[in-house]
Structures are given as structure tokens and as C-alpha cells.
């Protein structure tokens, strides 16, 4: 009975491992399609030249040094070791999705989420994940760590109406994003995760514990100590 079992539990995994390699050849084909069509009709060089000329675009040296822990903290903790996707994150949200067939999980870097902010609509669609993998390729190829994360941070929303660290500094603070207390870096940083709940306009509470979240992960990755993440909550206005 017990070899039964066995016998059984391998046929299952052998089954299981040949669906998920069928399902994503199926749906990486498709993926494939549509990042050639978006290129095609934008071009990446195109894409990133009109980023960078945007009114009040904030370059990497402009920002503060605690904002950039913090947003990598939060959203992409291997941001400067990868290559445009993270194996282990991805693997772990592609199996799940398929295990549930719900495409509810993450596992983006920051580098395929500026892909799909760019070039494809928020809908959770497998080939959508695929097609921002290959273009998060193409970025990295194209682009270094700083021009991304630049990119990235100058695009994103930051909900009540702004977009960009700079639209958010002025528009939260008044200040330009270099003149952010460590308080109002790490506020922003955890914004974007969900721009309209977070808002510190409309939801100040949910905002400071967000921002506990963010102090949290930047705690796990060795960004700031117990005791400066603390001290930072005690700036809670």
C-alpha cells in the first residue's frame, strides 16, 4: 500500500510539473506577442526618452538615500542583485496562480512593475505577467539599476491626484523630494502599494501603518536598527 502511495505521489508531481511547463509555454508564447506589439508601437528608448524629459523629473542623486532603502525595502529587496525578475518570487506567484487560477499574486520587481505601468493595463492576465517579464528583460539590458529606479519612482501614483516622488513631495509636504525629513521619505515610500487607500489625505491612519509596515521590512533588510525604526514612529503626527 505505502509503495502504492508513493508510486501514486509521483505520477501526481510528474503530472503537476508537465501542466505548469505546458500552461506556461501556452500562455509565455502569448506573452511573448504582446511585448512585441507594445514595443513595436512604442519603442522602449522612446518610452524611457519621453520619462526623462518630463517636467520635474528627480534623478537618482537627487533622492533621498532613506526614500531609496525604504521604496527597495518595501517592493524589491534583491532590486540591485537581479536581473529585471526575481526567480524565486516569481516562481512562487506563477504556481500559485495556477494553482488557484485567481492570477492574484505578485512577485513583481520593480523593474517589471515599471514595465506594466508603462505598457500594459493593470489586469491580471498570465500572458500580461509574461509579456512584463520579457520587457523587464529588455529593460535591464537597455538600462542600469539607477535609470530604472528613476523611471520607476518618477511615474508611479502616489494617489490624491500625483504622480511622481516630486508631484508627491510638493503636493503631501511642500518640499522638494531632497528636502523630505526621514518621516516623510519612508511616508511616501509605502504610498504606491495601494495609492487611494494609503493616502495620507484621505486615510492618515491606514498611511502611519503602512509606514510601520515599510520601517518593518527596512528593519528585516538591515536598512535601519530597532531603535531608529522606533524613533521614527515616534514622529507620528
Known amino acids: 500500500m505505502k509503495r502504492m502511495i508513493r508510486v501514486f505521489g509521483k505520477i501526481l508531481i510528474s503530472l503537476s510539473i508537465c501542466l505548469v511547463v505546458a500552461v506556461s509555454t501556452i500562455f509565455g508564447l502569448k506573452g511573448y506577442k504582446m511585448y512585441q506589439k507594445a514595443i513595436k508601437e512604442v519603442p522602449l528608448t522612446e518610452k524611457i526618452e519621453s520619462i526623462q524629459a518630463m517636467e520635474g523629473f528627480i534623478t537618482y542623486d537627487e533622492l533621498p538615500e532613506i526614500y531609496i532603502d525604504a ?47 508603462e505598457y500594459f493595463t493593470q489586469e491580471k492576465k498570465l500572458e500580461r505577467k509574461f509579456a512584463e517579464v520579457f520587457l523587464a528583460l529588455d529593460l535591464e539590458k537597455q538600462y542600469n539599476k539607477r535609470e530604472i529606479f528613476e523611471c520607476y519612482v518618477n511615474t508611479i501614483y502616489f494617489g490624491s491626484g500625483y504622480y511622481g516622488i516630486s508631484a508627491a513631495a510638493e503636493g503631501y509636504y511642500g518640499k522638494t523630494p531632497s528636502e523630505l525629513s526621514d518621516y516623510e521619505a519612508v511616508m511616501l515610500a509605502g504610498l504606491p502599494n495601494a495609492p487611494s487607500v494609503y493616502s495620507p489625505d484621505s486615510n492618515p491612519e491606514l498611511a502611519k501603518q503602512r509606514m510601520r509596515q515599510v520601517l518593518k521590512r527596512m528593519e528585516e533588510c538591515g536598512k535601519i536598527t530597532k531603535e531608529e525604526a522606533e524613533q521614527l514612529q515616534q514622529e507620528e503626527k
Open 71 to 117: 521604496v527597495i525595502s518595501a517592493e524589491d529587496q534583491r532590486f540591485w542583485e537581479h536581473h529585471g525578475i526575481d526567480l524565486l518570487a516569481i516562481g512562487r506567484a506563477l504556481w500559485n496562480d495556477l494553482r488557484t487560477l485567481s492570477f492574484a499574486e505578485g512577485g513583481s520587481t520593480i523593474t517589471q512593475q515599471l514595465a506594466k505601468n
